[in-house]
């Protein structure tokens, strides 16, 4: 035999082999991550809305007024300065689920077959708004939706 023959017999060898590996089945490994495939619908759904009821009485006037006149004034100080970090917070938590179901969105639109025109700038103007909302970010972008939707008719 030729070299090029046992070359070429020794390439197809080795590209089996590698094919098989690839193959193979995996072992699952307890600490990686999800894979996209084990995603579950609970990690899309928002979770911190459930709280504005809590984070709305804690805010209210009356809450501040009652606040006022039962504590010392540095206790009701302090109240009012960690009442003011859960709503910071809470904010946060609502930007994490509006990313959540904008991704989630996103999916679906990515399985969907048609997709309008209209329904994407919508969905890309919620996702500036969401975006340049969010409480820190510097950003003073705030889009009239109103001149967008009136621009398409």
């Known amino acids: 035999m030729s070299w090029l023959t046992i070359i070429t017999i020794s390439l197809a060898i080795a590209f089996f082999g590698v094919l098989l590996w690839l193959l193979r089945p995996r072992r699952r490994d307890p600490k ?4 996209p495939i084990d995603l579950k619908m609970e990690s899309f759904l928002p979770r911190h809305y459930r709280f504005f009821p809590q984070v709305r009485q804690a805010l209210s006037a009356s809450d501040e007024e009652y606040l006022d006149r ?3 004034s540095d206790v009701a100080q302090t109240a009012h300065r960690e009442r003011r970090a859960v709503a910071r917070k809470f904010l946060a938590g609502l930007h994490e689920d509006f990313s959540s179901l904008e991704r989630l969105a996103r999916m679906v639109a990515a399985l969907s077959p ?3 025109s209209e ?14 909302s969010m409480p820190g970010c510097g950003c003073a972008y705030q889009p009239d939706v109103r001149r967008w939707n009136s621009s398409s008719n």
């Open 119 to 132: 329904q994407e700038k919508e969905r890309l103007i919620l996702g500036l708004n969401s975006a340049c």
């Open 32 to 35: 990686a991550g999800q894979s």
């Open 114 to 116: 048609v997709i309008s």
């Open 70 to 72: 039962v504590a010392p």
